[in-house]
Structure formats: structure tokens, C-alpha cells
């Protein structure tokens, strides 16, 4: 069983930047792939990218692509999503999670952190 806890979140302007984490606890850490997601208000909630057991591959939703960057560090047990030039389409909370198969679909992952709160004003 794997604890998640987001932190990072919050205001940003459009153009500018956050960078989120995602602390694990408990299991191996380097055995589950790390995913990040995101729901806005009123939306279904959608994958924003992840990151392979070693960190040796990543993936992105199109939307974000070229802005955000995910990184793991199996050291320190965290996951990590560099967010530039954001959009005020960025604006949901955005929830890290751990599964067992490098995926886009939510339903692979079983973890799930409670999630935090990022707003992009224009």
C-alpha cells in the first residue's frame, strides 16, 4: 500500500509557473508507475502525464506537452510536475497516483493522493 500527498499547488499567473510534489510512503516506491491527473470544475478528470518505474519514460497529454515535465526521484520517494507558461485551462485540482502498468487510463492506477488545488488567472 502506497500514501500520496500532493503539495505545491496554488495562484499563478498565465505565462508563469508551479511545480507540484508528490511524497510516497510505505511501499517500494520504484515498483509503481507515478501518474499525474487533473479535474477542473464540472469536468471528468484527465491524465496529464506519467512517468516509468525508473523515470526512463515519460508521457504526455496533448494539452500539456512541451510545458510540463514530469520527474520522479526513488531516493526521496517523490514525484514531481514542473508546470510552465500555464494557461488558465491549467486551473483544476491535480491529483498524483500510483499503479502497476505505464498508462494513460486512471483505472490503472490504485493509489491516489487527495489532491491540490491550481488556478491560472488570465
Known amino acids: 500500500q502506497v500514501q500520496l500527498v500532493e503539495s505545491g499547488g496554488g495562484l499563478a499567473q498565465a505565462g508563469g509557473s508551479l511545480r507540484l510534489s508528490c511524497a510516497a510512503s510505505?511501499?517500494?516506491?520504484?515498483?509503481?508507475?507515478m501518474g499525474w491527473f487533473r479535474q477542473a470544475p464540472g469536468k471528468e478528470r484527465e491524465f496529464v502525464a506519467a512517468v516509468s518505474w525508473s523515470g526512463g519514460r515519460t508521457m504526455y497529454a496533448d494539452s500539456v506537452k512541451g510545458r510540463f515535465t514530469i520527474s520522479r526521484d526513488n531516493v526521496k520517494n517523490t514525484v514531481y510536475l514542473q508546470m510552465n507558461t500555464l494557461k488558465p485551462e491549467d486551473t483544476a485540482v491535480y491529483y498524483c497516483?500510483?499503479?502497476?502498468?505505464?498508462?494513460?487510463?486512471?483505472?490503472?492506477?490504485?493509489?491516489w493522493g487527495q489532491g491540490t488545488q491550481v488556478t491560472v488567472s488570465s
Open positions: 497516483a500510483a499503479g502497476s502498468s505505464y498508462s494513460r487510463d486512471y483505472r490503472a492506477y490504485r493509489y
Open positions: 510505505g511501499d517500494t516506491f520504484s515498483s509503481y508507475v
